[in-house]
């Protein structure tokens, strides 16, 4: 198993580019099942993630050829409809593929995800939503298996804004007879993305990246040649990595409206922001000021960026209070950032976070994607070196993330 070996306490210095957004390509990849034919998608991370899909849409019997941020999906041989157990455990984003398999294909054979490490996360609502769109579901062996001959439209109000939800039936409704409208809908970039990625195939979806979303179905769509928008949490993760390290570090090819809950709470702590062309340049300062985050759906302070800036919160100067609302379980970070000399307590999804004067390296495991970042940037700060074990969390979902930071002047290094 591969761990990151960091010897902290250098400055970040210099230009990164950021990748394509993990979040915008999964569902981009799954929207290839709307159709039969070779689909591109350009600015592809190269991730593990990406690779999992890849493994899912081979079962499919879909050919998926990844290189050099270029993905083509060919979907002409499609014959199988089962996503099984091991691939949706390792990867709940497989769940995407519900959606597009019945509506395309008129079946789909789908294995529940189960509970992750950070919280319970069911998929009721994208189940109820397809019911609702006519398909007939049953839930059988650990297994979501849904038939439809043609979906209709619906009006669907989601009890929560879930992000692969409102992805699952937009990219359903797209195919379906008549206007569907989803209320409440997500309204997350990501969302945005796949909506002008399938109006680029066809269809005719309106209002995403509000809470009202209609998209009225066609009967048949093209495959796309679309390219996916920049990663908003990789960025983010750049920018904490800039300001836990007092460092100086522009962020090339980023979206930074995408990032105004973030950049806002950033510059409330002390960091500077200076627009560039074709990026952003991020100063880290001395000491950054305590602040407080309580995690919302988008437009609000993004959950999948909690973690990296508890990491920053436990050196700055006071305390700040970190309110987790989206999983219940999303602090397992806590523990190891406490064995670096964080003072950090938690209570019923509050974290009260004692900011010290400065981390300590140690042996620490990572336990999820955004859980791991925080503590390769707790890593990068901290005095003496840091190993971080269970290194496969961090590449899902960021690529190269020891190569652009080792090329900002860290010391990083993988070993076995
Ligand atoms: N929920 C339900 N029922 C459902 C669906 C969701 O109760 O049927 C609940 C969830 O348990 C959670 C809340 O609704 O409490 C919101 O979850 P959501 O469905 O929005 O999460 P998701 O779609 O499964 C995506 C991202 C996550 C990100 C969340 C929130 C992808 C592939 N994943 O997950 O990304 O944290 O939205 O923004 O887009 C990550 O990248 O590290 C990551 C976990």
Not at 8 to 37: C, D, F, M
Request: proline letters at 4%.
């Amino acid at each position: 198993m591969e761990k990151l070996l960091i010897k902290g306490g250098r400055k970040l210095t210099g230009k990164v580019e950021i990748s394509g957004s993990k979040n915008a390509a999964l569902p981009a990849i799954t929207a290839s099942l709307l159709v039969s034919g070779k689909s591109r998608l350009h600015r592809v991370p190269d991730l593990a993630d990406v690779r999992t899909m890849g493994r899912l849409l081979e079962r499919f019997g879909a050919g998926f050829h990844h290189k050099d941020g270029v993905l083509e999906v060919d979907t002409s041989g499609v014959k199988s409809f089962e996503a099984p157990y091991e691939l949706v455990k390792t990867m709940r984003a497989s769940v995407l593929a519900l959606g597009p398999l019945v509506a395309r294909w008129g079946q789909a054979r789908v294995s529940l995800p189960g509970g992750c490490a950070i919280g319970a996360r069911p998929i009721d609502i994208h189940i109820t939503g397809l019911e609702k769109m006519g398909a007939k579901i049953a839930l059988k062996d650990g297994y979501v298996v849904a038939r439809a001959k043609r979906l209709k439209a619906a009006r669907i109000c989601f009890d929560i804004p879930t992000v692969t939800g409102t992805e699952n039936l937009m990219m359903a409704a797209s195919l379906a007879r008549g206007a569907t409208v989803l209320e409440n809908a997500a309204r997350e970039p990501e969302v945005v993305c796949l909506a002008e990625l399938l109006n680029s195939m066809g269809a005719k979806v309106s209002g995403a990246g509000g809470s009202v979303v209609e998209i009225e179905g066609v009967d048949e769509l093209k495959p796309p040649d679309y390219s996916i928008i920049p990663d908003r949490i990789e960025s983010g993760t750049f920018m904490t990595a800039a300001a836990i390290t007092g460092g100086d570090v522009v962020l090339k090819g980023v979206n930074v409206e995408h990032l105004d809950a973030v950049m806002l709470k950033l510059t409330e702590s002390g960091v500077v922001f200076k627009a560039q062309a074709g990026g952003i340049r991020v100063i880290g300062p001395e000491r950054l000021g305590a602040n407080d985050f309580k995690t919302m759906p988008y437009p609000g302070f993004p959950t999948d960026m909690q973690a990296q800036c508890m990491a920053l919160m436990s050196i700055a100067g006071g305390t700040s209070i970190i309110h987790e609302t989206i999983f219940e379980n999303r602090f397992m970070h806590v523990a190891e950032l406490k064995r670096m000399g964080a003072d950090i307590s938690v209570q019923a999804g509050v974290a009260t976070v004692r900011g010290v004067k400065a981390l300590r390296g140690a042996e620490v495991m990572a336990t999820d994607l955004r859980a791991s970042a925080s503590l390769v940037l707790a890593g990068l700060a901290a005095k003496g070196t840091t190993i971080v074990d269970r290194l496969y969390h961090l590449d899902r979902g960021y690529e190269r993330m020891d190569e652009k930071l080792k090329a900002l002047g860290a010391s990083v290094e993988r070993v076995r």
